[in-house]
């Protein structure tokens, strides 16, 4: 581990340096295993942040109260530090730039993860894939890769809405409630643009937004989802 | 290889009593997280059929009525997720494969679930049978949530849970294997949790 990074009072990026590592695609996830001097392991899955140019491996983790891998993570690894980790995998939550577009993405709090793999993966190819993104997070502060997103937003590349469901700055321009099928009917690619659609998210999220998207008229096969429960870890 | 990862103690580590039941990698949880590829599919009971076809002289198929008229069952069992969460005594009302494909006359070593949305699994046809897979319509003494798999789904609790398909509605048996959604996608053919055969090659 070379560099840990806040993103947000609860999520950390960890930086990890992998002389060996084979090389992944936008989207996948590594397992990450820990073993106690007894011998005892936990391991879990992380969304990998890092596009496949970036060069280093990152894996950003929301540290959960009741968690047993996250908050080793985020708060005693240290630097130097080495860990075990297995991957890339996954092959169908994944976008490569040949795929091409447009892209609409939905990000539930930390379900952000993915895409940020994939915006910077576009930004690789030298964009031109038109992108739509709906990110929802509790408050502002919750926002991960905050700065980031607001770079790429501002040079119009990449058309970014956000939704905020419990505090709001003010002033806000954004949305102010739980996403809905309102919101995403607003915000999304019509039908006829054929967006190819990702979702990721808590449970709730992903089933709202998913099930508005077929609604909507969006073929279901377009739609890809990841969850992630509450018992995560 | 592991090594030790300086600082790690655990904090989830599981009761001894229920270790011989939680099988290597896993945790047990007490919630019941959904995971699936994409949106969740809202077939009505009126156009629901689970149908039997493949290697079968004839293709048997029921509506809903129909398969709830089969002798069904309680069943009280453990099931592991490949992402790495258990969860232990979990409640189902179902009919056996033993139920479903009785009298049926097959070559068939093979079977293939299909379901709702285009998901595909695929197992041994000797892992269906002998009092080790469902067809299951109930969890906790209600119907089976559609985020869960309903109306129907498979219940093959032996086997890490993607095998078991959420809003199936065909079985097709088979003379050769032929590799599910997750399967195409870098996961185990087979999948068993006590080998924790989790992805290609394991």
Same mark, same amino acid.
């Given at each position: 581990?070379?560099?840990?990074?806040?993103?947000?009072?609860?999520?950390?990026?960890?930086?990890?340096?992998?002389?060996?590592?084979?090389?992944?695609?936008?989207?996948?996830?590594?397992?990450? =295993?820990?073993?106690?001097?007894?011998?005892?392991?936990?391991?879990?899955?992380?969304?990998?942040?890092?596009?496949?140019?970036?060069?280093? +491996? +990152?894996?950003?983790?929301?540290?959960?109260?009741?968690?047993? +891998?996250?908050?080793?993570?985020?708060?005693?690894?240290?630097?130097?530090?080495?860990?075990?980790?297995?991957?890339?995998?996954?092959?169908?939550?994944?976008?490569?730039?040949?795929?091409?577009?447009?892209?609409?993405?939905?990000?539930?709090?930390?379900?952000?993860?993915?895409?940020?793999?994939?915006?910077?993966?576009?930004?690789?190819?030298?964009?031109?894939?038109?992108?739509?993104?709906?990110?929802?997070?509790?408050?502002?502060?919750?926002?991960?890769?905050?700065?980031?997103?607001?770079?790429?937003?501002?040079?119009?590349?990449?058309?970014?809405?956000?939704?905020?469901?419990?505090?709001?700055?003010?002033?806000?321009?954004?949305?102010? =409630?739980?996403?809905?099928?309102?919101?995403?009917?607003?915000?999304?690619?019509?039908?006829?643009?054929?967006?190819?659609?990702?979702?990721?998210?808590?449970?709730?999220?992903?089933?709202?937004?998913?099930?508005?998207?077929?609604?909507?008229?969006?073929?279901?096969?377009?739609?890809?989802?990841?969850?992630?429960?509450?018992?995560?870890? | 290889?592991?090594?030790?990862?300086?600082?790690?103690?655990?904090?989830?580590?599981?009761?001894?009593?229920?270790?011989?039941?939680?099988?290597?990698?896993?945790?047990?949880?007490?919630?019941?997280?959904?995971?699936?590829?994409?949106?969740?599919?809202?077939?009505?009971?009126?156009?629901?059929?689970?149908?039997?076809?493949?290697?079968?002289?004839?293709?048997?198929?029921?509506?809903?009525?129909?398969?709830?008229?089969?002798?069904?069952?309680? /069943?009280?069992?453990? /099931?592991?997720?490949?992402?790495?969460?258990?969860?232990?005594?979990?409640?189902?009302?179902?009919?056996?494969?033993?139920?479903?494909?009785?009298?049926?006359?097959?070559?068939?070593?093979?079977?293939?679930?299909?379901?709702?949305?285009?998901?595909?699994?695929?197992?041994?046809?000797?892992?269906?049978?002998?009092?080790?897979?469902? /067809?299951?319509?109930?969890?906790?003494?209600?119907?089976?949530?559609?985020?869960?798999?309903?109306?129907?789904?498979?219940?093959?609790?032996?086997?890490?849970?993607?095998?078991?398909?959420?809003?199936?509605?065909?079985?097709?048996?088979? /003379?050769?294997?032929?590799?599910?959604?997750?399967?195409?996608?870098?996961?185990?053919?087979?999948?068993?949790?006590?080998?924790?055969?989790?992805?290609?090659?394991?």
């Amino acid at each position: 581990m070379v560099d840990l990074i806040d993103e947000s009072t609860h999520v950390r990026s960890v930086v990890l340096d992998l002389p060996d590592w084979p090389g992944h695609r936008a989207g996948q996830h590594v397992d990450v =295993r820990l073993t106690a001097e007894d011998g005892y392991q936990a391991q879990r899955s992380y969304s990998l942040a890092s596009s496949p140019e970036d060069g280093q +491996v +990152v894996l950003t983790v929301e540290v959960l109260d009741d968690g047993e +891998v996250s908050p080793y993570l985020a708060g005693e690894l240290q630097v130097g530090d080495q860990l075990e980790l297995r991957g890339p995998i996954g092959g169908y939550f994944v976008w490569t730039a040949d795929l091409g577009g447009p892209l609409q993405l939905f990000a539930g709090g930390s379900g952000v993860v993915p895409f940020r793999a994939m915006l910077r993966h576009r930004a690789a190819a030298n964009g031109g894939v038109p992108v739509r993104l709906l990110y929802s997070a509790r408050r502002l502060e919750d926002v991960i890769y905050r700065d980031e997103l607001g770079r790429l937003a501002a040079n119009g590349e990449t058309d970014i809405r956000f939704t905020l469901t419990r505090e709001w700055p003010d002033p806000w321009g954004g949305y102010r =409630r739980r996403v809905d099928r309102e919101m995403v009917e607003q915000v999304a690619w019509s039908p006829e643009d054929r967006p190819l659609v990702y979702v990721c998210g808590p449970t709730g999220f992903v089933e709202t937004v998913a099930d508005a998207m077929v609604e909507l008229g969006h073929d279901q096969a377009a739609i890809r989802t990841e969850r992630f429960g509450p018992s995560g870890g | 290889m592991s090594f030790i990862s300086r600082g790690f103690h655990g904090r989830r580590r599981v009761p001894d009593a229920d270790r011989s039941r939680i099988p290597p990698g896993q945790y047990a949880t007490s919630d019941f997280p959904v995971l699936s590829a994409g949106p969740t599919p809202r077939t009505s009971l009126g156009s629901w059929t689970f149908s039997v076809d493949g290697e079968v002289d004839e293709p048997l198929e029921w509506d809903w009525t129909g398969f709830q008229a089969l002798s069904s069952e309680l /069943i009280t069992v453990d /099931i592991h997720c490949v992402t790495k969460w258990s969860k232990l005594d979990t409640r189902w009302r179902g009919v056996s494969l033993d139920t479903v494909l009785e009298g049926v006359d097959t070559a068939a070593e093979y079977a293939v679930a299909s379901s709702d949305g285009g998901y595909t699994t695929n197992l041994p046809l000797d892992d269906l049978l002998g009092g080790k897979a469902w /067809i299951a319509f109930e969890f906790d003494n209600a119907p089976l949530a559609p985020e869960h798999g309903g109306p129907a789904r498979l219940l093959v609790p032996h086997l890490y849970f993607w095998k078991s398909a959420k809003w199936v509605r065909r079985l097709t048996l088979r /003379i050769d294997d032929e590799p599910g959604f997750w399967e195409t996608y870098g996961y185990h053919n087979y999948g068993d949790p006590w080998q924790e055969q989790r992805y290609a090659g394991d």
